[in-house]
């Protein structure tokens, strides 16, 4: 039987957390934005460029991990310890991945989703003026496989 | 030749468009959340259920469209005018569609991209404990497909 | 037929009112905070006290009606022109008024109510010392009568 | 004596907590909200109307918790645990109560009275299409009886 | 004479603008912060290193050129629409200069000033692992002659 | 050699402290505002004045102090334990002292040195109608010395 703990008797609540111990976690989520190769190329080869459109995604990324539990709604508040963002540029896509550190009473995953997606987003907003068609759409850019790699758990 | 007007160079900005005409504006923008069979067999049976993740998805998405130009660095604060969330429920995922109005003087499809964004992960984080396996981890949950499918702009 | 714009076809939305002109509009909201007589006479009497409580309530309330479109998830934001404070002190409570004005496209009464309710919470806040008994407990603080004392709107 | 912590030589501070324990506490505070019949028939009648309208209510109430200390200016943060807000309807108003749990240094009332405030302004939003006369007014609706119904603190 | 618009009858108050014209407007301002010539020196030869502390303090200064009202009390919210952010090193400092650019009803320089404010407080904690001296002090480490350059003003 | 701990190999991060011990930490910062003397003398003879400019001044640094982490990119979070901000007028200008105090992994003089910069800001806001010459720019308001006058920290 599934369970939904922020779910009780037909009401949203956030799960009462106060008597799990304090343990070192970390999670590690990634995604990929794919993009013009016209985009990607001018990224691969600018380095003024490439720095800062993925410095901005690092930024705010980080600053996102931190505002997560005022973004989603049954999130529990979490004393983030250490943030990483890293990047892999493939000739079709820029995969972002966010590491990040806790010692708190509860996972931390929806944190790193949260620092990816903003990653994702932020690169978009960057590039959107190459990105777009001579109508405005957006014919090549979007987000895919945002996912959780990995959760660790220390011993309390 | 690519153009990217957030970065002059070498340094990023926000673009001035104090001389832009205000016009009526919108953008829609969608994803997707895969999700194991029997989650999404939870959440089709169960009303209160279902309700309860939805409406705390589509709340959660229409504060962060509000929320767009503090999340994203270089964004544009706009006059958020209407928001509009939908939901379309598969056998294996579930579709989320956000169209945002505006009357400015900048498109508005990061502030679609980022309610959408926000939706999936509230979501995500609304059955968590139920796509959890044994060992913490999501053999299942991602989100996949988020792209802006219209963009149109009114005359000054 | 009584009528709720906020939802339509059981999802809530943020109404759309990029159509409506931009007029001139203002809305005044007030409400009580009940209080001992003993903390009642020391704001009375002492000066400093009663700048510092009042003063602390005033910002707070001016901020405040400046998020309010991040705290009520269906508000639209306003561009907020001029906000003013006033307090009435009585024998058993001290009454706060809140006037906002905006020139915009929809009422701006949901400001003024936030603006009183956290203008009422932080002289709660501010007092609390005084007003606990020996249990922790509140046995004379209230917050009670919010609500709207007018509201004009000019003509576009 | 009464006594104003916040206030110290004519100046507000925020009283430094860093030598208090950590401590489990738990606090429930409730409020009402008057509506006009109408409305209330409507809520009561209309499944979707009501889930939507409670289920907002709920959303913007755990929000407004998490982010007590950044909207009453001397509040000091505290990890939220847990919160659960439930709503109890009669023929004249609906009743909102929220529980806050944490394991902190300071009492945690403040956060849930915020809860119960921003809960009544959300329901407020929601139905004001259908509370308002046709001059635009609220002959009916205000907010009453806001008050702390207990608060609870374990052993070091 | 001089006149404190923000202040009436003892009463801090947000000055109403609402009947102030739309117009364009521009300002800048600047500061210094005093770094010891090992940071400055190892900031000019290391390419990351300056590319990773100025995007950083820069996009810190974006963010909070737009957060403004909600840090400043009584400040207006603006319609931000352009910024740009400007770094000159020398060897004893390094000057951030920020513009910003709006199209609204009042001055804009309590925002060219807060982000001149976040850029240099960003780059000390950017810096501040190298900053610090044995005892974890700063000896050298200051921020120096914020002040307004220049505040322009379009016809309505 | 100096050492950037937030860059590791041309990658902004946030530092991970979850190892550290949680130890009671406090810091103090300062700065000053030059303010012409007609404003000087209006507030040291103008009660009202004087408290609603200091007092309006001392929330806004209070609550900037729990933002920090918000603010500044790389900052962690922090649970502020206490806060006091402290004034000293002369014909010149103000200082403001801030001190800061919390109980954990990492030192909070970033936190008290943005507790300062709004400070300052927030008098140069509440002033600025005086400051102004015709031209609306100031030729004497400026803000200088802001640096940190000591950082302690206690034993795990």
Chains 1, 2, 3, 4, 5, 6 share one sequence.
Not at 21 to 50: H, N, Q, W
Request: glycine fraction near 10%.
């Amino acid at each position: 039987m599934v369970e939904f703990t922020h779910i009780e008797e037909g009401h949203v609540r956030m799960v009462d957390v106060t008597g799990k111990p304090d343990v070192s976690r970390s999670a590690t989520a990634e995604g990929k934005i794919y993009l013009s190769s016209e985009t990607l190329a001018a990224i691969r080869d600018g380095t003024g460029l490439k720095g800062n459109v993925l410095a901005t995604a690092e930024v705010a990324a980080i600053l996102a991990v931190k505002e997560t539990s005022a973004i989603i709604p049954m999130c529990h508040p979490l004393p983030i310890g250490g943030v990483s963002v890293g990047f892999i540029e493939t000739d079709e896509y820029i995969n972002v991945t966010v590491t990040v550190k806790t010692y708190g009473k509860t996972g931390i995953e929806m944190e790193a989703l949260t620092g990816v997606s903003v990653a994702l987003l932020t690169i978009w907003d960057m590039v959107k003026s190459a990105e777009k068609d001579e109508g405005g759409q957006y014919p090549t850019t979007r987000i895919e496989g945002i996912r959780v790699l990995s959760k660790e758990k220390g011993t309390a």
